[in-house]
C-alpha cells in the first residue's frame, strides 16, 4: 500500500468525521440560520429547529468514503484509482448540486425560505452565505484523487509496506514494528504482552506467528496485512465514534 492512497483515505474520513461538527455550508443571519449538516438542512428560526433533508445530501459522504476505501481495499490493477476518483468528484458534484437546491428552492429574490412542518416562511432578512471547512476538505479529497489517479499513486514515491518492512528488520519484534505504525498515524489500540487490540479486532503474536482475531474467526497473517487490518478497525472507529483519542508523543 502506497502512503498517497493513505492520505486519500485519511482525507476522506476526515471530512466526513468534520462534517459531523461544522455545517459545509450555512447562511447565517439575525435570529435564523440555515446550515448543511450530514443529514440535511438545519433550520433554526427564532429558536424553533426543523430539517430539510434533501436527498442528495446522503450520498456525498457516501461517495467520499468509497472515494478513500475503494484503492486501500482493492489494489491489484489501476481502476481503482480511476473508480475513487469518480467517486470522489461525484460526492464534490453532489455537494454542490445540494448547495444550488438551497439557493434554488429556500432563497428567491432576497428571501430566505425557512421550512416548517406546516409550510414555509418567507423572510426578507440580512444575511450572509458561507462555506464550510468540510467542503474544502472535500474539494481537497477530489483534487487527490485525481492526482493519484493520473500519476498512479506514486507522486510521493513512497510505499508504506517498504517501510514497514525495514522496520521490522530493524526492530526483530513483529509486535513493537505494529505498535509503532499505529502510533505514527495515531490509532487507538491497547498492547498487552503478546497482543495488539483495535477495537473487536486483536492481533496476537504465537510464536513466530501473526495471528487476527476479528469476532469469532482467526487468521494467521503477515506483519503487513496485519498492520492494515488494524488500520481498518481504527478508521472503523472514527467513523462509529466520531473522534480519536490520541496518544502523547
Known sequence: MRLEVLLQLLLAVVFVVTWFFMPAYGIYGRDYSIA???????VDFFGLNYV???P??????LFALDAGLIPVIWRRTRYPLYLSAFFAVLSLMMLLDTILFQQRYLQVK?????PTPNGYL????LHTSVLGLPTYILLALAILSVFNMATGAKWLDVDVMLIIR?????????????ELMLRRINIKYVRYDNEIRVG???????????????????????IENAILE????????????????????
Open 36 to 42: 448543511l449538516m450530514p443529514w440535511g438542512y438545519l
Open 52 to 54: 430539510a433533508p434533501p
Open 56 to 61: 442528495t445530501v446522503f450520498a456525498v459522504w
Open 110 to 114: 432576497g428571501y430566505a425560505v425557512f
Open 122 to 125: 418567507y423572510v426578507y432578512l
Open 166 to 178: 525495514r522496520r521490522y528488520v530493524l526492530h526483530r519484534d513483529a509486535l513493537s514494528t505494529v
Open 200 to 222: 473487536n479486532v486483536a492481533l496476537i503474536k504465537d510464536g513466530d506467528n501473526l495471528i487476527i482475531r476479528k469476532d469469532s474467526s482467526t487468521e494467521a497473517v503477515g
Open 230 to 249: 488494524l488500520i481498518k478497525a481504527g478508521f472503523s472507529q472514527v467513523i462509529t465514534e466520531g473522534t480519536i483519542d490520541y496518544e502523547g508523543e
